[in-house]
């Protein structure tokens, strides 16, 4: 009998009744995969997971296990439903970018760099208590953010595609107005045309001097010519975990600019990561088996 779900790890639970397959991402995928219905994407393997999609001629459900999923659309045949990892990064990413935060606020490289030295030279940093916070893409992991800035005691406004003023959220229309009052600019946004270049030249240059642009979603939301000229002058810092390009060629002056942080697109991969995608997996075959409605799912 062929293989009917196509998964990343043997410790996913399986609905009884149901073949199961493997697949890592790092090696060759099985043989005899005509028969699979349903596959769960290798997380974080590159490119060459999503390039078997083409090669299930059964196949009805993909299960992402990151939450963007924008580069998985155009590759589905007509009538595969697609689902997402909505939820699985909140906490991971939200830990990271406040360590981001901090790391910029209270100046840690320097720190880090003095230790190195065996140096003890001292001098007061800025916070993040009371620093303004412009949040920028308010769904779950947003969110998530946010009740760890407010636990610092920041001041968060929110900024989302539409506004809800009902939860006082504002649309990103509105950011040529809030920019202007941030001290920190936290950017939680998908790669889509509507975000990619959302703040350019003119939209950093409205931020106060000093102040802090963190990237945890899609490095194309910010110009990195433009973000690298006001790094560069000392005008602006920055604190990211994506860039564009990415990965960030190894010659690229953002590496070596003062007040820049960067990491390698780590933010979501914590070891809180991996429980919290098995047990969305087994419940997602779950309901695939009963016939009920799948969580997640992505329009198309």
């Known amino acids: 009998m062929s293989a009917r779900v196509l998964l990343p790890w043997t410790d996913i639970e399986v609905p009884e009744g149901i073949e199961a397959a493997y697949y890592d991402g790092l090696g060759a995928p099985p043989p005899d995969l005509d028969a699979v219905e349903f596959y769960v994407l290798p997380y974080d393997r590159g490119p060459e997971p999503p390039k078997l999609i083409k090669e299930l001629p059964s196949l009805r459900v993909v299960q992402s296990l990151s939450a963007g999923v924008e580069t998985l659309v155009p590759l589905l045949p007509g009538g595969v439903r697609l689902a997402n990892g909505r939820g699985l990064h909140d906490l991971s990413v939200a830990e990271h970018a406040l360590a981001l935060i901090h790391a910029a606020q209270r100046d840690l490289p320097r720190w880090f760099t003095q230790q190195t030295r065996g140096e003890w030279v001292r001098e007061h940093t800025r916070s993040l ?11 779950s992991i947003g969110q998530a953010i946010e009740r760890q800035l407010l636990a610092a005691e920041a001041v968060v406004t929110r900024v989302a595609s539409r506004a809800r003023p009902g939860d006082a959220v504002h649309s990103v229309a509105e950011l040529p107005g809030l920019l202007p009052a941030a001290d920190i600019v936290v950017l939680v946004l998908p790669d889509t045309p509507a975000t990619r270049g959302l703040l350019g030249a003119p939209e950093l240059a409205a931020l106060p001097d000093d102040a802090l642009v963190v990237n945890v979603g899609r490095g ?14 000392g005008r602006l810092r920055a604190a990211l975990d994506v860039t564009d390009p990415e990965p960030l060629p190894s010659d690229h002056p953002l ?20 429980p919290r995608a098995k047990k969305l997996a087994a419940e997602q075959l779950r309901r695939y088996v009963k016939g009920e409605e799948l969580l997640n799912l992505v329009e198309r």
């Open 129 to 139: 208590a009371d620093s303004r916070v412009l949040l920028v893409g308010y769904g």
């Open 220 to 233: 194309t939301a910010v110009r990195t010519e433009a973000l690298l000229a006001e790094t560069a002058s």
């Open 255 to 274: 590496w070596t600019t003062p007040g820049v942080v960067i990491t390698p697109h780590i933010a979501g991969g914590s070891a809180s990561f991996y």
